[in-house]
């Protein structure tokens, strides 16, 4: 990856304007809460330990009336915990919830924006890969758990400056004699969970290293595999046509296995950490007792207070081995900021490699002129090879014109006037307040009611029924009319004549002054697309229509070819 360093100051410097967002004031009072009601939970924690202290003194002094005292006491304990863990839980997910979603309005609005979201897919980098499993997924862990890890971190410094004191006390003073040598030492039992901590920690962090790698890697083929489902969902049609179930099967495989290989990885580390932690937990819960037993069996201290430094004890070294305990969720929340820290990556490389084209740019521009005009327009390719002549031409308004060449080199200077393929030289200029529409070989069609697929990107409110109805019967496909309230999966419902003839509806309503048609109509019969191509110079006899299609027939619909 490309953010192994000063990775925290990358990811703040994605996350952390967060908190200066318009929401700042809200955002402000809800973390001072949250700070606020963890302090409480501190605060509650010590008084628990001198609760347990005050309860087993009275037990050890057989007091009936001071066990009766502790009753009433936990009963206060009971419902101020409540309260404090149920408002805690509230703020924390308000936080959680506010955090993710302005993260992920600010990475869609940098991936969607003219057409990064298209232009991302000619970058050779995998740093961009599954950019759904990145931001719905991804950018959840990235704010949840850090969310998460921040206030545990930060209840841990609590815990460990308030119950290192009480350990302090109850230490006292206690001497270590080797030999004719004494060694007086205050506050042993919080030198032995300071040593034990460490210790503890620098061996966890050895045996639960590998499992950055090993999460990141599970994380990857995981998200390779739902994108390889996607894809065949996607392509079922095509795939039953030709029987090639058999391969995508394989494919599949192929897929699952290697998350079954990073799986495999994964477990060994976990075995890892699942050997420390768990001699790690039993050693945690009998070291205390082992070390504070000596003073209570000196009667230096009473089992109340034995009571109370085996929790202040436990507490401390909870708090000391946050490293350990947390290893496994800091990978993976790791692992999430880098993927989509490396989709931000990949998009700002975009960004400058379009802005560093220079003079190797196609500007677009709306200007003062009565047609579409080229001006020594050149279409290269990424690495700067030549696609095309250089064309210098003019289209003016009403002109229907055959773009004659290969059609791989029509579609990108389609994409060129799009703004989408800005590799290459020269300039377009695009008649100042005049609408372009672009014509896909299929168009997009949103699974929403049929009314409002063929209205994208508009609004259903932006047409009357009875104008899509009548639309609908120019172009023969009369018995959709019937359709248009229901919702569906269009793109799997219709077949590619019927998204063609629809595509065509779209552009009749929106009534655009330049029309871009490419390979749009060839899904119908030839007759029938030079039809079309009629209906919509009649319909639209002022636009500008270039096209791009295989057909005779519809060859002879043009007035001349634009050689490229």
């Known amino acids: 990856m490309h953010h192994k360093e000063n990775f925290f100051i990358k990811f703040m410097r994605l996350a952390g304007p967060f908190w200066r967002s318009k929401n700042r004031l809200i955002i402000g009072v809800e973390t001072v809460l949250l700070i606020g009601l963890t302090v409480m939970q501190i605060e509650l924690a010590v008084y628990i330990t001198q609760w347990n202290a005050d309860l087993f003194d009275a037990i050890e002094q057989r007091s009936m009336a001071g066990v009766k005292n502790q009753a009433v006491v936990l009963m206060l304990i009971f419902i101020g915990g409540i309260t404090i863990a149920t408002v805690h839980l ?3 997910r308000r936080l959680l919830i506010g955090w993710r979603t302005w993260l992920t309005e600010k990475v869609i609005a940098k991936w969607i924006e003219q057409g990064r979201h298209y232009q991302i897919t000619f970058l050779s980098q995998n740093d961009h890969d599954n950019p759904d499993g990145r931001i719905a997924e991804d950018i959840r862990i990235a704010t949840e758990d850090a ?3 921040s206030h545990s971190l930060f209840y841990c410094l609590l815990m460990l400056a308030s119950f290192t004191p009480i350990l302090w006390g109850i230490s006292g003073r206690v001497v270590f004699e080797f030999g004719r040598v004494s060694i007086p030492v205050m506050g042993y039992l ?11 920690s620098i ?13 990141h890697s599970r994380q990857t083929q995981e998200a390779n595999f739902r994108h390889d489902l996607i894809d065949i969902q996607n392509h079922s049609q095509a795939i039953a046509f030709i029987r090639g179930e058999i391969n995508e099967k394989e494919r599949l495989l192929d897929s699952f296995r290697a998350i079954i290989a990073s799986y495999a990885e994964q477990t060994t580390s976990w075995i890892r950490i699942q050997i420390f932690t768990s001699g790690y937990s039993v050693a945690s819960m009998a070291l205390p007792i082992l070390v504070a037993s000596p003073r209570y069996i000196a009667g230096a201290i009473s089992l109340g207070m034995l009571i109370q430094s085996v929790q202040a004890f436990q507490h401390m070294v909870s708090a ?17 900021v880098e993927r989509v820290l490396g989709m931000m990556h990949a998009l700002d490389h975009l960004e400058r490699d379009i802005s ?12 003062n002129v009565s047609g579409l005009r080229f001006n020594n327009v050149r279409l290269e390719g990424q690495e700067g090879e030549k696609l095309s002549s250089v064309v210098n031409h003019q289209i003016n308004a009403g002109e229907h014109v055959l773009i004659a060449d290969q059609a791989n080199n029509g579609a990108k200077l389609f994409k060129a006037i799009a703004g989408l393929w800005p590799w290459g030289s020269g300039q377009i200029e695009i008649p100042a307040g005049q609408a372009t529409f672009f014509m896909p070989p299929k168009p997009y069609l949103p699974a929403k009611s049929l009314f409002e697929a063929i209205c994208y990107p508009k609004a259903k409110a932006a047409f009357d029924q009875a104008e899509v109805e009548k639309k609908l019967e120019q172009v023969g496909q009369k018995a959709l009319i019937k359709q248009l309230n229901r919702v569906d999966a269009w793109a799997d419902v219709l077949s590619n ?23 749009a109509l060839d899904s119908l019969p030839p007759d029938d697309e030079a039809k079309m191509l009629k209906l919509l110079a009649h319909e639209l006899p002022h636009a500008g229509i270039l096209t791009i299609t295989h057909q005779p027939v519809a060859q002879a619909f043009h007035q001349r070819k634009l050689k490229i």
């Open 90 to 92: 509230i703020v924390k």
């Open 147 to 149: 969310i998460a890890l």
């Open 190 to 200: 919080v030198w032995i969970s300071i040593s034990y901590s460490i210790c503890a």
């Open 203 to 215: 061996f966890g962090w050895w045996m639960g290293k590998p499992m950055t790698s090993a999460t």
């Open 320 to 336: 000391l081995s946050w490293p350990v305990d947390n290893m496994a969720q800091i990978a993976t929340w790791r692992t999430s």
């Open 356 to 367: 560093d084209l220079n003079a190797r740019q196609i500007h677009v521009n709306e200007a």
């Open 497 to 519: 004549e019927q998204q063609q003839c629809l595509g065509l509806v779209r552009a009749l309503l929106h009534r655009p002054q330049w029309i871009f048609v490419q390979e």
